[in-house]
């Protein structure tokens, strides 16, 4: 829960007209179905379960790359190519099967979402998770509606933290960088905004290996996407 004294930390340098927003870690508590199919996965390797709390620390970079961390046990290196051939296709097969099971809405994600659509705001989401698994995750969950466009992880060539994605949801509005506001979890979203010309928000509450997204020094920081709104009107 969000302590009712919380108020956002920095502060917009303008009012923007367009908002892209990350989904693991920002929109959507997805760790529980993630780490579930990750410790199914292992179970049909006959390797050992990683639990919820590894996993929580290996998002972020897309399915490949958690895949990947989760066979060693670790964020940095590389497992067997062979067995990164194996693992991948059961780990896809499963979370397909199980996108949108405990999932949920973070805290303050729908209010949020209600108050930009409220004020005009072009709204999209930009996420590294592939589109066979995002599209589904943001339907069930009753959110695909707030967003115009949803640029996934293979939507193009380049994820963030390339600022390709970013760039193509601007030109699909015919919006500005300069006018436009990166909301993430991840030192991979400031980059990407930075990169990019975006102004950007961190989350405090998102998956961001265990840093402090202060450490990437986003123009402002929120406890909830619900504190957007005292961003806006602080403009």
Known sequence: M??????????LKYRPQLVLIDLDGTLVDSV????????????????????????RNWIGNGVE??????????????????????AYPIYMELYQANVCVASRPFPGVVAGLDYLQAQGCKL????????????????????????????????????????????HAAQHFGIAPAAALMVGDSMHDVEAARAAGFQVVGVTYGYNHGHDIREAHPD????????????????
């Open 65 to 86: 790359r958690l895949v990947r961390r989760a066979l060693i046990n670790a964020r940095d290196g590389e497992p067997d190519e062979a067995l990164f051939r194996r």
């Open 220 to 235: 402002a920081v929120i406890d909830a996407l619900s504190q957007l709104r005292d961003l806006f009107e602080a403009g």
């Open 124 to 167: 999209g989401c930009v996420t590294n998770k592939p589109a066979l698994f995002t599209e589904p995750l943001l339907e069930q969950l009753g959110l695909r509606h707030y967003f115009e466009i949803v640029v996934s992880g293979d939507t193009l060539p380049q994820k963030k933290p390339h600022p390709a994605p970013l760039l």
């Open 32 to 55: 529980p179905d993630l780490a579930m199919c990750v410790d199914q996965m292992m179970d049909r390797l006959a390797m050992p379960r990683r639990g919820e709390a590894a996993v």
């Open 2 to 11: 969000v302590p009712k004294t919380a108020t956002p930390e920095g502060r």
